[in-house]
């Protein structure tokens, strides 16, 4: 199994940033970690999951609409982690954010973990 852990939520106000992380978790997830497209959705309450950015194995970037020019996602393969650098935030990011990751035609083959809350709120 893929094992991916989410950290770096918490509570701001709208126009500040926050700096997601999602680490492998296990040596083996560690040893394929440069293969996968590592990929950051969110859900907000009563919402389904959106995929929100993602990140190939070669650096493709692709992001949802309404965060193009606000969040930005990267990877680092030597700390087997994926960024989500995220600023501007506004109240409609709040919600749960979690990453996953793909392999080849394989979607979302991690195994969801609990996700970090973001929260945007005056």
């Known amino acids: 199994q893929v094992q991916l852990v989410e950290s770096g939520g918490g509570l701001v106000q709208p126009g500040e940033s926050l700096k997601l992380s999602c680490t492998a978790a296990?040596?083996?997830?560690?040893?394929?970690?440069?293969?996968?497209?590592m990929t950051w959705y969110r859900q907000a309450p009563g919402t389904d999951r959106e995929l929100v950015a993602k990140?190939?194995?070669?650096?493709?970037?692709t992001y949802l609409d309404s965060v193009k020019n606000r969040f930005s996602i990267s990877r680092d393969n030597a700390k087997t982690t994926a960024y989500l650098q995220m600023n501007h935030l506004e109240s409609g990011d709040t919600g749960v954010y979690y990453c996953?990751?793909?392999?080849?035609?394989?979607?979302?083959?991690?195994?969801w973990g609990q996700g970090t809350q973001v929260t945007v709120s005056s």
């Open positions: 296990d040596t083996k997830t560690q040893s394929i970690f440069d293969s996968f497209t």
């Open positions: 996953n990751a793909d392999l080849g035609r394989l979607a979302r083959v991690g195994t």
């Open positions: 990140i190939s194995e070669r650096g493709d970037i």
